[in-house]
């Protein structure tokens, strides 16, 4: 057994769930396969412990390494940081260097918090959103990490031991038992679809004197539909919710600043991390000063969110996507790689259909066995040298050479996959077992 596949083993008998983001998961991808841990990240190559390197044509760090793996400004700044001495009795002034450089961006706000994930930042969000209307109910669409505001959106409003599962009905993933949340939480987080703003009317007709937030991801997966955005704001006027715009996964892919500055909506309260450090652990709450100064009246505190490392990186981060036009880039190298799949998927006869923004693609193949499929196309792919799964983020760092040979590559690969669909080997011919689908416990 190799190193990386050996220790991963481990893993799962020390760690529960192997893995400390679910997104990491080998299972995902291709179990028994897929290298679980790397040595060395530059650019956009990847060194596993077993010296085997991959050009990463996949999540890109989750999204959250925009400018690409180890960037040499961001690590420059983190590097003397760590020299200065990262964390002391004293505050680090690059948090209020960050902090100005957030509101010169985005003019509508005066203040912000800092944390350092994205999940944490979302629940500081809603924690203000609550002090500042004295109201507990929130009304959101999207994918908003693992605190309690969130999945309580999971639990039956019965008081029985039912779980609804309404954020697979409306969001990214099945299976997420509200298990260890309250269950008077029930009925304090309510979902509404992505671009269905008479759902949304609905729940401020019945809840509006209830809610504090409304809370959405701007994009993710579509584009708003002509006026969406703008109902969503009048809607918080009207019933008095504070907006709150989680732009955690797609907030500098777009435009710097957040894809809410390219649709000209101003939140109440827009919510960074990922790749606002550039993969450091960084994260900004912000907002205009009535909402913001709710943070004084209630309790939001933590050690490590005063040590210079990610204040440093969001600085050198920012200060590169202002140089760079790293949005127009990405759009470009996620455009060349759908294309070209495209087109490879066509002469095979494949039936792969992609949603989302260029510099966020996900793909899939329309299939009955589409899990077998992709299981298929990451095992091939690996040994010609590529990370592949069903999304892929594009980083600063990838260039054309990187795309031309990625398509070469999956040419023999989607090949294969149509012959294995013809004569029914998918399974066959993986070597292991299929990738896992939405959230499932590890043995």
């Given at each position: ?409 999956c040419e023999p690969v989607f090949f294969e996959i149509s012959q294995a669909i013809k004569d029914q080997s998918l399974e ?13 416990r590890l043995a």
């Amino acid at each position: 057994m190799q190193v990386g596949q050996r220790l991963y083993q481990q893993a799962k008998r020390l760690i529960p769930g192997a893995t400390q983001l679910f997104g990491k998961r080998p299972e995902l991808y291709a179990p028994d396969q897929w290298p679980p841990y790397y040595a060395t990240a530059l650019g956009c190559q990847v060194t596993d412990l077993d010296g085997n390197t991959y050009v990463d044509m996949s999540t890109g760090g989750i999204g959250a390494t925009v400018l690409g793996y180890s960037d040499p400004d961001v690590t420059h700044a983190v590097i003397d940081a760590i020299q200065r001495g990262s964390m002391c009795s004293l505050n680090p002034a690059q948090e209020v260097e960050l902090v100005q450089l957030l509101i010169d961006i985005h003019p509508w706000a005066q203040m912000a918090r800092l944390g350092r994930m994205g999940g944490e930042s979302m629940a500081m969000a809603i924690r203000i959103a609550r002090a500042r209307t004295q109201r507990d109910k929130v009304a959101f669409c999207g994918y908003h990490g693992w605190h309690d505001w969130y999945l309580a959106a999971n639990l039956s409003v019965s008081g029985d031991d039912t779980v609804n599962d309404r954020l697979a009905d409306y969001h990214l993933m099945a299976g997420l038992d509200p298990a260890g949340i309250p269950k008077k939480l029930a009925g304090t987080a309510i979902p509404f679809g992505y671009n269905k703003i008479d759902e949304l009317k609905t729940i401020v007709d019945r809840e509006g004197q209830h809610l504090a937030a409304i809370v959405m991801e701007p994009t993710r997966s579509d584009e708003p539909a002509p006026g969406f955005l703008e109902s969503v704001r009048d809607l918080a006027n009207r019933s008095g919710a504070r907006l709150v715009f989680d732009e955690i996964t797609i907030g500098w892919k777009l435009c710097l600043g957040g894809s809410h500055l390219k649709y000209g909506v101003e939140p109440d309260i827009a919510v960074f991390a990922k790749s606002t450090g550039n993969g450091h652990p960084i994260a900004a709450v912000l907002g205009n000063a009535d909402t913001m100064q709710a943070a004084q009246n209630t309790f939001i505190s933590s050690a490590l969110w005063t040590e210079a490392v990610g204040p440093a990186a969001g600085i050198a981060a920012i200060n590169k996507f202002k140089r760079v036009d790293v949005p127009k880039h990405i759009d470009r190298i996620g455009r060349a790689v759908r294309d070209g799949l495209a087109e490879l998927a066509t002469e095979n006869n494949l039936p792969l259909s992609f949603s989302a923004h260029p510099a966020l693609t996900q793909y899939r193949f329309d299939h009955p066995h589409q899990a077998a499929i992709q299981t298929l196309w990451t095992v091939r792919m690996l040994e010609r040298g590529f990370l592949t799964a069903g999304l892929f983020c594009p980083m600063l760092s990838h260039e054309s050479s990187h795309v031309s040979a990625f398509l070469n590559a999956c040419e023999p690969v989607f090949f294969e996959i149509s012959q294995a669909i013809k004569d029914q080997s998918l399974e066959q011919r993986i070597g292991g077992p299929v990738k896992h689908t939405g959230f499932t416990r590890l043995a």
